[in-house]
């Protein structure tokens, strides 16, 4: 019986384990890291399930994409955005993640699109005497 290396075992719970017989995503809660959980939940989750997510969140917050590749592009970002939000809410906190309207963009993209505005008015706010 040969023993298997750290790397083989980490492609084991990545690719593996997922696809083993009877593999559910409560078995990736078992996981100690959240990116691991998130890798696992991409594995073991069927794309459709990620498809019709991705149609439903699309319905519900009226988003449209003028391409194909932006099309593929925001689809990405949605299936990683809800691959972590699932994977955090395996993670028994005391509160629990969803999707909203920002699903298909990512943290710099929301960033630059929500707090430039609110630094904005934060400047103007402040006047010519900062700190006054």
Do not use: H
């Amino acid at each position: 019986m040969r023993l298997i290396n750290s790397s083989e075992l980490l492609v084991f719970l990545l690719i593996g384990l997922p696809l083993a017989r009877g593999f559910t995503i409560e078995n990736c809660r078992s996981l100690f890291s959240q990116s691991l959980k998130v890798t696992c939940i991409r594995n073991t989750l069927p794309p459709s399930f990620f498809a019709e997510a991705f149609l439903k969140f699309q319905q519900k917050y009226s988003k449209y994409y003028s391409t194909i590749e932006e099309y593929d592009l925001r689809q990405a970002i949605f299936i990683d955005n809800y691959s972590k939000i699932l994977a955090g809410n395996l993670s028994g906190s005391s509160f629990r993640q969803g999707l909203n309207r920002f699903s298909d963009m990512t943290e710099e993209e929301f960033s630059r699109s929500r707090l430039s505005n609110f630094r904005e008015e934060a400047d103007a706010a402040q006047g010519p005497f900062p700190g006054w």
